[in-house]
């Protein structure tokens, strides 16, 4: 496994890749070009000036998160094979770069939901936390006024003050869809693509939905074992593979999550590691990566990763903010650092205890 960190690029992020080479095992990061809107062609030299810049700190360019894909191509609407084009030309200037794992999502209108984005813990750090009860009492169109203001003034990937400002118009455009709908659009847009990932050997990593179930009547289709097993055997082309993301998953408790990676081997192309606190069915916290302060069984989960063989990128999916720190929400440096030697120390302990 190759642990990395996410770097949302020097002109948005609060850490330095200086700051992430220190991190001890980490080698590379995660990044996109993060000013580009979705449908929009990245090219070559934009990727190529991104890597160069990774490299000169003595990092690799692990894999690409996100190319967000234009909610034309998930609505399935007349547009769609030009938005598909484009992407096709944004992957062909990531495979000409060398870059071979892209992660994207498919969840309509909104990417990851939460209701509260620095929830105060016991030992006085701060969370991200999603509570049932306050998205009951929430209108979907002044959400984003609502996360807005709790974000440092800091970016937040997937919401983007241009693309939610039109958020209502989206919702119109949604009207009528349901997920035997979506998973159709997902199918046609990863056929269209494969050729493209097969020429250049782009593994492509559909993110989970976040959190596993429909929203706001939206529908929610990559949320469980079955639907993801269905979506690898309609375009079954290893190519066609996902992020397994054990905070996105393990939103709903009957996901088995060491139980979904076994199912999945040879499919999985990149890893967010990532611990949640139930407090109840209906409320949750991003705990800290150990197995204690959480929910989930870590040592559980990098075990099965190990087991199917996984060797592609990993990382700590989002950390508490502690010590002080102001950051984008989830992606402070102290507590994903932590998380990155937590989880080196789960992969060195399995490694040496199967030479045994
Ligand atoms: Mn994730």
Known sequence: ?????????????????????????????????????????????????????????????SGIESINVHDEIKIGGPERDYYIENYIRSLEAVGEEDIHLVCYNFMP??????????RKREDGSTAMAYSKAAIDALNPETMFDAMEGDANGALLPGWEPERLAGVKELFDRYRGMDCEKLFANLKYFLERIMPVCDK?????????????????????????????LRLMKAVDNPHNGITFCSGSYGTNPKNNLPHMIRSLKGRIHFAHIRNLRFNSPDDFEEASHLSSDGSFDMYEIVKALFDIGFDGPVRPDHGRMIWGEKGIPGYGLFDRALGAAYINGLIEAIEKSRRE
């Open 109 to 118: 209108v909104f990417d990851w939901i939460r209701t509260d984005l620095a």
């Open 1 to 61: 496994m190759e642990m990395t960190l996410r770097w949302f690029g020097s002109e948005h992020d609060t850490i330095t890749l200086e700051e992430i080479r220190q991190v001890p095992g980490v080698r590379g990061v995660i990044t996109a070009l993060y000013d580009k809107k979705p449908g929009e062609i990245w090219t070559r030299e934009e990727v190529k000036n991104l890597k160069d810049e990774v490299e000169a700190a003595g990092l690799k360019l």
């Open 200 to 228: 250049y050997d782009i593994n492509m990593a559909i993110h989970p939905d976040d959190p596993a179930w429909p929203i706001f009547g939206l529908p929610r289709i990559i949320i469980n074992e079955e639907n993801i």
